[in-house]
């Protein structure tokens, strides 16, 4: 206002034509060094933050593009088509069920969520890309009575079906447009996500809440069990009953938990390693292949020895029953935090128990672990079979510890505390016939006999029976020359490694002196072979080679 107080003449804005890289859309997946702006698009059936623009599809995500002149030239000689229309426009967005079609390469795509609230660029047959689902948002009836929908995509359609009402889905012809099918937005139908905190999830619809005034909330239930409640704007009608009517993307809708998502990272780095495993043991290993068993399943069976357990090649078949039935001692660093309790003890499990631990010190954690191996070494005399006031107890245990009669009997041969800094413990562990969750729960004790609780944050195994760490093939290592080295390697060790038919070896140990020189030659000769360190790409996620 001027100073008389009448206000001053002020033109209008007018429309925006620009966007700025750090407030566009998150799922659009830009990085914020790649410029200052991002393509903004133009005005069309989906909201700017709802939609993808063709440059992004083309550039970003089919990589047909490279730059923003290339993607428009693509746009511009009338290459892409959406819904069936060609679009020049390369800023034009495109949306949620949005079929795109590039018939130069003979590809058809569906733009859907995944359940992170990306859009994915899902490949179809030009058979379904004939169709779309489009849910109704408005039914009315128009000038002269005659009745109209219109739908989430912006599409008025006069004289649909008379049953068809708001948030129903129809299924609609993309070169005609006209209805061929439609699903009520009934409970045990088939609906996707389409926004809010579970968008991109599937499931049948269980119920619907009505709350007048309010938003109506929708209940759904997915394939695993999970339910989960979001509003009746969010759900999109996808299939009548639990079959879809269009194809969904390989994760079907099914969002996964932090903990399943990184044991899927792991199991993809696991079959990563195999490839390369199986490249560099092409032409050494020969084996028998049931006529019931794939060659996958033969190879992941290879593969699962070859990194947790021993096996034998060759000749050495024969041997694996004899040193099972020795029952070597493993050698365990076992890392845990004092004062809270997981799930089911798990490593990265959800708390659920949290206690005191500033009552525990130093010298009660060393009176534990005495007792504790006080304990086993009197159930070791139990398993073997030995009466502990018998003069052949009294010459086993001059030897050591004995051996168990019962093949797979847990026992704990050695127990050592290498780190005391509360709220963390870190203990060494030798044991015969330990599993993972036998080590957990064996932590969880530890601390409920300190009078608190606690959980395990790693395990590593650091050897088994004669086999140290120094005796394994690195990543860097792997090539034939060095397997088979190690392969000479490992079988002298077996050999020279004493057995005790009555007494168990503690792991580790180096009992034998003969034959260490040429031990140490081997070993030499595989660190000579390894990858220099311009060679190796120490960027690439090491192989997981323990418990974590």
């Not at 909201?47 to 047909?64: D, G, H, Q, T, V």
């Not at 495109?94 to 359940?115: H, P, Q, W």
């Not at 049953?163 to 889905?169: A, G, P, Q, R, W």
């Amino acid at each position: 206002m001027n100073t008389c107080g009448h206000p001053l003449n002020v033109m209008a804005r007018g429309p925006k034509h620009h966007l700025k890289r750090l407030t566009a859309p998150h799922h659009w997946m830009l990085d914020k060094l790649g410029g200052v702006f991002a393509p903004r698009p133009t005005s069309g059936p989906h909201k700017l933050r709802e939609s993808l623009p063709l440059i992004l599809f083309l550039r970003n995500r089919l990589k047909y593009a490279l730059t923003y002149t290339e993607a428009r030239k693509i746009c511009k000689q009338r290459l892409i088509k959406v819904d069936g229309k060609v679009r020049t426009e390369m800023r034009f967005p495109a949306g949620f069920m949005d079929v795109i079609s590039i018939e130069k390469t003979n590809e058809t795509f569906r733009l859907l969520y995944d359940t992170k609230g990306r859009f994915v660029c899902h490949r179809i047959t030009a058979q379904e890309g004939n169709y779309k689902l489009c849910k109704i948002t408005k039914v009315s009836v128009g000038p002269k009575g005659v009745p109209f929908v219109n739908t989430h995509d912006g599409r008025t359609i006069r004289y649909p079906d008379p049953h068809v009402k708001i948030d129903d889905t129809i299924v609609l012809d993309v070169n005609t447009s006209k209805i061929t099918d439609f699903v009520k937005f009934d409970a045990g139908n088939l609906a996707m996500i389409t926004g809010g905190r579970n968008i991109g999830r599937v499931g049948s619809i269980v119920n619907r809440e009505r709350h007048p005034g309010a938003f109506d909330i929708v209940h759904v239930k997915d394939t695993t069990g999970h339910t989960f409640a979001t509003r009746v704007n969010n759900v999109f009608v996808i299939g009548k009953g639990a079959k879809p009517l269009v194809s969904l993307t390989a994760q079907k809708g099914i969002k996964l938990s932090i903990t399943e998502e990184r044991d899927k990272r792991i199991a993809a780095k696991k079959a990563q390693m195999g490839d390369k495993i199986g490249k560099a043991l092409n032409g050494l290993l020969c084996v028998y292949k049931p006529a019931d068993l794939s060659l996958n399943a033969l190879k992941k069976n290879i593969l699962k020895r070859i990194c947790t357990q021993v096996f034998g090649v060759n000749d050495g078949v024969d041997q694996l029953e004899e040193l099972r039935s020795q029952q070597w001692a493993n050698q365990w660093r076992i890392e845990c935090v004092l004062g809270r309790e997981t799930h089911k003890h798990e490593i990265k499990g959800k708390v659920t128990r949290k206690e005191a631990f500033d009552h525990v010190n130093k010298q009660k954690v060393k009176k534990l672990l005495t007792k504790v191996i006080g304990d086993y070494r009197r159930m070791s005399f139990e398993l073997a079979e030995v009466e502990m006031q018998s003069s052949e107890a009294f010459q086993i245990a001059s030897r050591g510890i004995p051996r168990p009669k019962l093949p797979g009997s847990q026992m704990v041969v050695g127990l050592k505390m290498l780190l005391f800094k509360l709220p963390y413990l870190a203990v060494s562990i030798d044991s015969i016939g330990e599993t993972d969750a036998w080590l957990r729960c064996m932590v969880n004790e530890f601390g409920l006999a300190l009078d608190t609780t606690a959980s395990p944050v790693r395990l590593i195994r650091r050897s088994i029976g004669p086999f140290r760490a120094e005796h394994t093939v690195l990543e860097r290592q792997l090539s034939l020359q060095n397997i088979v080295d190690n392969i000479s390697l490992t079988s002298r060790l077996v050999k020279e490694y004493p057995y005790d038919r009555d007494v168990v070896i503690e792991s580790g140990k180096d009992t034998s002196e003969e034959g260490f020189g040429r031990r140490k030659e081997i070993l030499d000769r595989m660190v000579a072979n390894e990858l220099s360190p311009e060679e190796f790409d120490a960027m690439r996620p090491a192989w997981p080679r323990d418990y974590v």
